[in-house]
T-cell receptor
Framework: QQQVKQSPQSLIVQKGGIPIINCAYE??????FPWYQQFPGKGPALLIA?????SEKKEGRFTISFNKSAKQFSLHIMDSQPGDSATYFC???????????FGSGTRLQVQP | DGGITQSPKYLFRKEGQNVTLSCEQN?????MYWYRQDPGQGLRLIYY???????QKGDIAEGYSVSREKKESFPLTVTSAQKNPTAFYLC??????????FGPGTRLTVL
């Protein structure tokens, strides 16, 4: 029940494309859903996060879409750039737990 | 990474050795975490501590130990009981609003 399933494992898009990364969860107690970006050899950095009281959140070129009934959420990267090439992780937790449960990661490559 | 330091960046361990990974933070955060990252997998929680002198096991605590004697420090010891310790180890903190900040990581390799 603590699992977060992430897909696809890897993704290649052309510059300017809109990669979409999907995550699904089972635990209905989860109430905080962040996305992290990680470059090789570095620690992950928080990109954007959402709570289930909204269906969408945008920050710059990054958008989270959230479907509470389907227990799914996704990350969209608008106008993707080669500098966005990284591994992206979704995660989830619930109030009182604090520790995050991570998806398995998506390796994104944006070709020039 | 800012505010969280991990050392060393690379660590090599011989079979049967215990090694200790350092994590220090100057963010004044109460909670600290250790995660393990393996290729093609997400981060898995080893141990976490919400206050000084208190810590809890995560999902994969076997073969690891921690201490939290100071708010700023949360060292992780990888013991000889951990049979497959080669991985990238990440320390994180949070200030109580769910957002976790990660350190730069330590890559441990067993020779």
């Amino acid at each position: 029940q603590q699992q977060v399933k992430q897909s696809p494992q890897s993704l290649i898009v052309q510059k300017g494309g809109i990669p979409i990364i999907n995550c699904a969860y089972e635990n209905t107690a989860f109430d905080y859903f962040p996305w992290y970006q990680q470059f090789p050899g570095k620690g992950p950095a928080l990109l954007i996060a959402i709570r289930p009281d909204v269906s969408e959140k945008k920050e710059g070129r990054f958008t989270i879409s959230f479907n509470k009934s389907a227990k799914q959420f996704s990350l969209h990267i608008m106008d993707s750039q080669p500098g966005d090439s990284a591994t992206y992780f979704c995660a989830a937790t619930y109030t009182g737990r604090r520790a995050l449960t991570f998806g398995s990661g998506t390796r994104l490559q944006v070709q020039p | 990474d800012g505010g969280i330091t991990q050392s060393p960046k690379y660590l090599f361990r011989k079979e049967g050795q215990n090694v200790t990974l350092s994590c220090e933070q100057n963010l004044n955060h109460d909670a600290m975490y250790w995660y393990r990252q393996d290729p093609g997998q997400g981060l898995r929680l080893i141990y976490y501590s919400q206050i000084v002198n208190d810590f809890q096991k995560g999902d994969i605590a076997e073969g690891y130990s921690v201490s939290r004697e100071k708010k700023e420090s949360f060292p992780l010891t990888v013991t000889s009981a951990q049979k497959n310790p080669t991985a990238f180890y990440l320390c994180a903190t949070d200030g109580g609003v769910n957002e976790q900040f990660f350190g730069p990581g330590t890559r441990l390799t067993v020779l």
